[in-house]
């Protein structure tokens, strides 16, 4: 079992930044893939970024390309996305997610460990 809790949401005005953590506890955290997800209220969970045990391999949706980074501290067993030039369109509930096996994945159902999930909210 892996626990995943997310933190570091809130309200900022569009342009503005903000950095998400996602802290795991339990099961060996450096040996999982992590991706990070979002709702936004009506729509379905969509993939945002993922990244492998290793950080070496990222990869990310075409809507934050160039706006978002994930990033991993495995000594830390915490995963980050710093979320720069944010648009209102990015407002939804973001997810951490991790699942058994070393490599990402795009999809919400390849993943097997969730967090409860943070609110981010851009005004215009």
């Known amino acids: 079992q892996v626990q995943l809790v997310e933190s570091g949401g809130g309200l900022v005005q569009a342009g503005g930044s903000l950095r998400l953590s996602c802290a795991a506890s339990g099961r060996t955290f450096s040996s999982n893939g992590m991706g990070w997800f979002r709702q936004a209220p009506g729509k379905e969970r969509e993939f945002v970024a993922a990244?492998?045990?290793?950080?070496?391999?990222?990869y990310y949706a075409d809507s934050v390309k160039g706006r978002f980074t994930i990033s991993r501290d495995n000594a830390k067993n915490t995963m980050y996305l710093q979320m720069n030039s944010l648009k209102p369109e990015d407002t939804a509930v973001y997810y951490c997610?991790?699942?058994?096996?070393?490599?990402?994945?795009?999809?919400?159902?390849?993943?097997?460990?969730w967090g409860q999930g943070t609110q981010v909210t851009v005004s215009s």
């Open positions: 990244i492998s045990w290793s950080t070496i391999n990222t």
């Open positions: 997610a991790a699942r058994s096996r070393s490599t990402y994945a795009l999809k919400w159902d390849q993943y097997d460990y």
